[in-house]
């Protein structure tokens, strides 16, 4: 049974940072991609970055880019996300999720964490 447990998370001020982690428990070896989402109140859920399990490959959405950074730890079984800068309309709930394809829909992940609470005060 996969199970992907998430940690970290918090309010911080705007500019400061946070880093989210997400430890998979028996993943599956189809399991290639694994990705961070995130919901704002009243907002559909959104990709943030996206990571090949297998290799470095890695993708963000253009609001994230140059601020966050996603990494993964074999050893570990899990993945990150740094994020720096932090502004206030990254105000979320962030999940992690995995799939088998490196794709930006929610749709495509089978696999969710439970989510956690980023506040960026203003």
């Known amino acids: 049974q996969v199970q992907l447990v998430q940690s970290g998370g918090g309010l911080v001020q705007a500019g400061g940072s946070l880093r989210l982690s997400c430890v998979v428990f028996e993943r599956a070896p189809n399991l290639n991609s694994m990705a961070w989402f995130r919901q704002a109140p009243g907002k559909e859920r959104e990709f943030v970055s996206m990571?090949?399990?297998?290799?470095?490959?890695?993708y963000y959405a253009d609001s994230a880019k140059g601020r966050f950074t996603v990494s993964r730890d074999y050893a570990r079984n899990t993945i990150y996300l740094q994020m720096n800068s932090l502004k206030h309309e990254d105000t979320a709930v962030y999940y992690c999720a995995a799939g088998r394809d490196l794709l930006t829909s929610s749709s495509a992940y089978a696999y969710w964490g439970q989510g956690t609470q980023v506040t960026v005060s203003s």
């Open positions: 990571i090949d399990w297998n290799d470095d490959f890695t």
